[in-house]
């Protein structure tokens, strides 16, 4: 039996942390790795204490996007230890918007390994320092 690479290993789990995602239109997660050691997790959900899109709706902004809920990518930023983000890896299992994109490289985060695309115009300005790898998802034999 041939071992997981670390990168397929951190993707797995983003995806289960994913699955914790209240809001119905892209349940996303967000692992964050210092040393091959987890620092944070993180799945797109509401503030705390307010309601859920599964409960009450999603709250579509004029681009499409629903704005009810903090991205993966920043709650699990918002729930590490600092100094752990600079120079570790986020594995995330959709590509980061243009938000999440400022928001992990503004902590430090030096490499960004995600599974499904979704791509937007804007990362290359923000993610030029950064190591982003796209893993998608391996056919089963």
């Known amino acids: ?3 997981k690479s670390w990168d397929d290993y951190f993707l797995d789990i983003a995806e289960e942390v994913g699955t914790r995602s209240t809001c119905p239109r892209l349940h996303v997660g967000c ?4 040393d091959k050691h987890i620092a944070s997790t993180g799945y797109n959900g ?3 204490g307010h309601d859920h899109c599964e409960d009450a709706g999603c709250l579509i902004n004029e681009q499409g996007r629903c704005i009810r809920t903090l991205h993966a990518e920043e709650n699990a930023v918002l729930h590490a230890d600092r100094g752990l983000l600079k120079g570790a ?3 995330v299992t959709h590509e980061p918007c243009e938000k999440c ?3 992990l490289a503004q902590s430090g985060i030096a490499r960004i390994v ?3 695309a979704y791509p937007n115009k804007w990362n290359e300005f923000f993610l030029k320092d950064i190591e982003v790898v796209h893993l998608p998802r391996k056919e089963e034999a």
Do not use: G, L, P
Not at 31 to 34: A, G, L, N, R, T
């Open 101 to 103: 994109a400022k928001t």
């Open 31 to 34: 692992v964050i790795v210092k």
């Open 1 to 3: 039996m041939n071992r």
């Open 46 to 48: 509401s503030i705390h």
């Open 89 to 91: 890896t986020a594995y």
């Open 114 to 116: 995600y599974r499904d």
